[in-house]
């Protein structure tokens, strides 16, 4: 669908997040604001508003990426717990913030910001690697 960050999928989405792999039911990619060390997106593989249009079917498979995503974040980082959050308050295509969180880090105990004021940007070389260390644990 045309006017959609995620379906378009080009520079405006690329200046917020970087692509990991996709999933069965989606498009994981890396959130460029690492205050939260792992911090990931999952984007729905087709345009869709509310999951409440999904058959249910389909969202129980996003789930299963979910989770499969969280154990891999969890192997990668050694995160203490992980937060997920489905929101769609401003872009309408359906995404899954995905959010470790570490009992000595931010936000321990309380909610994540999902734009932080102060966003901890890294090296293009780090996300690179990053994003290779979740891919092979996804694999
Ligand atoms: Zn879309």
Redesign the pocket.
Known sequence: ?SN?I??EDGEPLSRIMIKICDLDNGKLYLHRDQTHRGRCILALDI?ERKITNLPKEKYCRLMADVYAIIQALTEVFHSDKVNILFLGDTA??MHVHIVPKYKDGKNWGTMFAVNEKEPLYLTEEEYKTIVSKIKSHLA
């Open positions: 669908m959609c995620y379906c345009h309408e295509h």
